[in-house]
């Protein structure tokens, strides 16, 4: 059974004056319509799983092919650097407005995708540092989208700290999905980027939902997804935001009324292992977001397992929401559920 808390911050924040992301879809919208690799995903009705989970419906946001990356951080760095082509292009050059640029970042999983595809659109050159613990099937996919590989550290902290330095020391340009002090205009960049899934399932479904289930790691799609369903919905979805009991860094900082890090073992959901949340989105969940929930490894496999025999393959990190949901997340008979299958199986 997951663990659950009510949020005692929600409505005002914890950080009322600080930085919030953008809500508002409409200018990553206009972007991606120059993209001809952009098209909508679909929102699928789930009645098997609404029956399994005891609840009246689910709504399930399929972004395992959102732009052929198969994840919906197809959405998020790429938006960040075409936003800065769009603002540096002379007349419509954009495939070599970016040229001479050098975009670095840390990655455990689809962010760094997202960071080469994006690089190798506008003419920039992509540096992923990935830990040792990657496997070396993922960075042959960095390396097919034009990014150069660096291994640095056993786990992805080491490898963010040793992004962090080769960008001071060589110029490039840090691409993060997570934000901190004195580092938030890319961040919120890329979390815009994912508004577009919410504006998405917000003009696809039927009748709004009564709960939002949204997986985290670091917290940057639960917070837009978040931000985007308050504009669309005002306060009548209850949203619970979902974590694994491995890295509880957003539901131990809402305990602590500030940001925390956290520590623990390994997490089989490898994109939502992170073990510090970013400051962004957690001043924007504090205030958006309604309960914070966590699962167990083991009820993660168990959901991934459900979702695959109903022929919904994904894993653990792209399905937690559900898994919570499956592993008895109690939300009643009448509840209309949102959720979000955020990348596709790790063989497909």
Known sequence: MPIIIDNPWRGDGLDPEGVQPIADASGVARLLAQCPAHRETPLRAAPEIAQLARVGKVWIKDERERMGLGSFKALGAVHAIAREAAARAEGDDLQTALAGETYVAASAGNHGLSVAAGARIFGARAIIYLAETVPAAFAAR???????????????????EAAEAAAAENGWTLLSDSSWEGYVDLPLRVMEGYTQLAAEAVAQID?????????????GLAAAV????????????????????????????IRAGHLVSTEGPVSAMGRLDCKTP???????????????????????????D???????????????????????????????????????????
Do not use: C
Request: proline share 6%; net charge negative; glycine share 12%.
């Open 142 to 160: 960095l390396e097919a989208r034009g990014a150069e590989v660096v291994r640095a550290g056993a786990e992805y902290q080491a490898s963010m």
């Open 207 to 219: 009748a709004p939902p009564t709960h939002i289930l949204l997986q985290a790691g670091v917290g």
């Open 226 to 253: 978040a931000a985007h369903a308050r504009l669309a919905w005002g306060d009548g979805p209850e949203i619970i935001v979902v974590e694994p009991d491995a890295a509880p860094a957003l539901i131990e900082s």
């Open 278 to 304: 970013s400051m962004v989105a957690l001043a924007s969940l504090s205030r958006d977001a309604d309960r914070f929930a966590t699962i167990t490894e083991a009820e993660a496999q168990s959901g991934v």
């Open 306 to 348: 459900i979702l695959a025999e109903h022929g919904l393959a994904t894993t653990p990190s792209g399905g937690a929401g559900l898994a919570a949901l499956l592993a008895g997340l109690s939300l009643g008979p009448e509840a209309r559920v949102l959720a979000i299958l955020s990348e596709g199986p790790e063989d497909g």
